[in-house]
């Protein structure tokens, strides 16, 4: 064939493209936290002779690259487009669902029988506690009509009442009371995995019924709207830039004078929400400030004696503004991050008559906070 | 280090072609190019494999040797002792790393025996660069090829970054004069290019993308698979492997022309074959050919009685698989295509030429699909339960939502997976070339867009830090 003029520019178009990112990156200030994925980017890894033998050296390398490639942002939601161009309705283990809805998928699981064993063993030292179990089906379950057509899923209801069928003590079970509230309100957001205020009111109601507690009817409560701008987890998982931002409602009581005492952090408040969480993009953390090992609540407009201990995942920060207002003092324990004995707090604690243990059903089985309470 | 990656994308190839560019070819008798090429390439190796690298230079170091020795004594029986004592180290370095844990479970199965396994890590591409130094000092033997007699381009030849780690298998005949000269030109560069690009896009976008399907299915439990999700499964096997495969075979010609070598093409379309002889004519070209030179022929071919024919063929194949990784799936494996073959060869051959061509693909996909489900699982026991999916045995059916989700998910990767594992561009590329726009401004403007945007997607997968595995970590 012969030669033509343009060819000798095509080697140098592309070998300019490349050396143009290779400078912008070795140029650029590198930021530490990515806010769009909520998390910290990877740092220059430490050179050590046994990093470079295990290939550790190497590994960060290729990882502090690609987190700090130049426009990744730009360069992620290149991905997602072209993922949606070919037809893909699942990026990254999340469904993307008809009304802007994105939805977790729910893994197979396989730590049932374990869970079941650790509560029974927890419950047999401790049977004086009125106990409680509420695993929470998630947007999975509750959103079923809105994923993909054919999506193939486990179901969360057939697993949540095999376990509920071998535990010992009570068990609350959400999942109708979750899928009628969701006529009328979004009992999840849509670019989140969490459950929205209301779909926690709605299961606070079944909690009530459950233990004889009068609840709060929803008309006593001055339900506000604290941000229109909020771009949950799964939103940063997928990279779906256009969808519209989630709204964050709260549900105010009449009475709300509180003293929350984050107690590893020597840090008491007298409100269950922060502030600062809504300038940023990790806004569900404006629920009692994200993770924490132990949260002890007092509400000071009630003297009845009554002490609850939650012990839970992200999702019950949004259920305890509704349980506070009928105990004088919730505990709160995330055992993923707590490292004590769960049983030595309860006796410490001879005033805990009431147990709340609180897991959706993905971070039930994945997490596994869970198996560290016995 | 891998080609499709950040660092080698962005920082290692570049600043290796611009040095590589910058030096002259020779001066005061070094060869400053072959220097910057060894270098990088010593670096690219160590990049992943700090200690192994040992390994390599140990290997290359007494090829070398026994070459020279085996040029400098006349007599046979000399020439022949340098030769044994290559092969058999080169093989027995292999042997320990590849096959020792491998032999050690066959040893406790049979005397019942619990000999701990030495867990030891293959070295990266070891399978490739032994074959290729072996093929170096029995082309020396037979005076085929003359020895080398510069250590370290011997070495450079070795440890070629473009071709080290995943092939082909380079013979040093095929490149030896170009190790002393050769064309470096911009059209080399430019049609290098477009085929590293080419084999970029073959490797993250379709094998990537596709891999992907194989091991969701393959993660799906066994008694929930239907028929169809079975068999599309191993369809997206069969193509994330040729994809992956060929796409490093691209790169490595690719990059290859753009330093000036020409390596042997590996892959020619091995799906739109009509027979397994076909298929294994047109599949990792660099293998078969090795094994046809260097076992099948000096242990007389073809050219022997029949039943001796087919006791090679077998031999062949049997030591195809074993190559494929230390595993009884692979001895399956080669034994499976070796029978076949010889079916083929002694049965069929009459029959099938009057078959329709569609029968002829259609027996040669099914065949292949076959292997490719014998080489995906390396557990007898979830191999013969998969087939038994594949076939309706304990299968979830025959169709069911599972499939119908995943069809309609990568329909389209399917569908371009298909289009380019039969000679479509090639085709396109021959009529595009009688055509004057092709040639014109506006051609090339519309040539380099498809290509920067090929780029552009490649680099978002890669930056996403999608799913990207190293298949060839057991070759």
Known sequence: MKNIKYEKLFGIVVSLFILTFSAIFLFSRKIEFSENENRYLARFPHFSFSNLQSGKLTEGLEDYLADHFPFRDFFMSVKTKTELTIGKEMIDDVYIGSDEYLIQNYQKPENGHKIVDVLNQFYGDMNYINMNLMLVPTSITINEEKLPSYAPTYSQVEEMNAIYSKIKFDTIDVTEALKSGNQEYPMFYRLDHHWTSYGAYYAYLEFCKSNNITPLAITEFDIQEVTDNFNGTLYSKTNLYTLRPDKIHIFIPKNHHYEVNYVFSNRITDTLYEEKYLDQKDKYSYFLDNNHPLITITNQDIHNGNELLIIKDSYANSIIPFLVNHYEKVHVIDPRFYKFSIEDYLRENPNIRDLLILYNMNTVDQDLGILTIG | ?475
Not at chain 2, 279 to 292: A, E, G, K, M, P
Not at chain 2, 311 to 331: E, S, Y
Not at chain 2, 395 to 401: A, K, N, P, V, Y
Request: charged share 15%; with cysteine; glycine share 6%.
């Open chain 2, 1 to 475: 280090m891998v080609f499709s990656s950040i660092p080698f994308l962005f920082f290692f190839f570049p600043l290796f072609l611009i040095l590589y560019y910058i030096v002259p070819f020779k001066s005061y008798h070094i060869k400053w190019k072959n220097v910057i090429l060894l270098v990088f390439s010593l670096f690219f190796y160590a990049w992943g494999e700090p200690i192994y690298i040992l390994l390599m230079l140990f290997s290359t170091f007494l090829d070398y040797n026994c070459s020279r020795m085996m040029n400098r004594y006349q007599e046979k029986k000399k020439r022949k002792f340098f030769l044994l004592l290559s092969v058999v180290i080169n093989l027995g370095l292999l042997g320990f790393f590849k096959y020792s844990d491998f032999l050690i479970s066959i040893f406790n199965n049979i005397f019942h025996l619990e000999i701990p396994l030495l867990n030891l890590g293959l070295p990266i591409g070891i399978s490739f660069y032994t074959f290729q130094t072996m093929s170096y000092t029995i082309d020396v033997y037979r005076r085929d090829v003359m020895p080398e007699r510069n250590y370290f381009t011997y070495l450079t030849y070795v440890s070629m970054f473009p071709q080290l780690i995943a092939g082909p298998i380079v013979r040093y005949q095929t490149v030896s004069e170009e190790l002393y000269k050769r064309d470096i030109t911009y059209a080399n560069f430019n049609s290098g290019l477009k085929r590293f690009i080419q084999g970029l896009f073959k490797k993250v976008l379709i094998a990537n993308n596709i891999g992907f399907l194989w091991t969701t299915i393959s993660t799906i439990p066994m008694n929930e698979l239907s028929v169809m999700t079975a068999w599309l499964g191993i369809l997206a096997f069969a193509f994330q492997i040729y994809f992956d495969f060929s796409a490093y075979s691209d790169m490595a010609i690719g990059m290859g022309r753009m330093l000036g070598f020409h390596y042997l093409e590996n892959f020619n379309y091995p799906y739109v074959s009509k027979s397994i002889t076909e298929f294994w004519r047109r599949w990792h070209i660099s293998l078969s050919t090795w094994f046809r030179d260097y076992v099948y022929i000096p242990l007389g071919g073809s050219r022997v009685k029949r039943i001796i024919n087919i006791r090679n063929i077998l031999i062949v194949w049997l030591l195809t698989g074993i190559w494929h990784g230390a595993a009884w799936n692979f001895v399956l494996w080669g034994l499976y295509f070796g029978i076949l073959l010889v079916i083929e060869k002694f049965v069929l051959k009459k029959y099938m030429e009057k078959w329709p061509t569609w029968v002829r693909h259609l027996y040669a996909c099914f065949f292949i699909l076959i292997g490719w489900l014998i080489f995906a699982f390396d557990d007898m026991s979830l191999l013969t339960s998969y087939a038994e999916k594949m076939f309706g045995i304990g299968s979830h059916g025959i169709l069911d939502s599972t499939f119908v989700f995943y069809l309609k998910n990568y329909f389209i990767i399917i569908l371009v997976a298909f289009i380019f594992s039969i000679p479509v561009y090639p085709w396109i590329k021959e009529k595009l070339s009688h055509k004057k726009v092709y040639y014109s401004a506006f051609g090339f403007v519309l040539i380099l867009l498809v290509y920067l945007l090929l780029l552009l997607v490649v680099i978002s997968y890669l930056v996403a830090d999608s799913y990207n595995p190293f298949l060839y970590f057991r070759f």
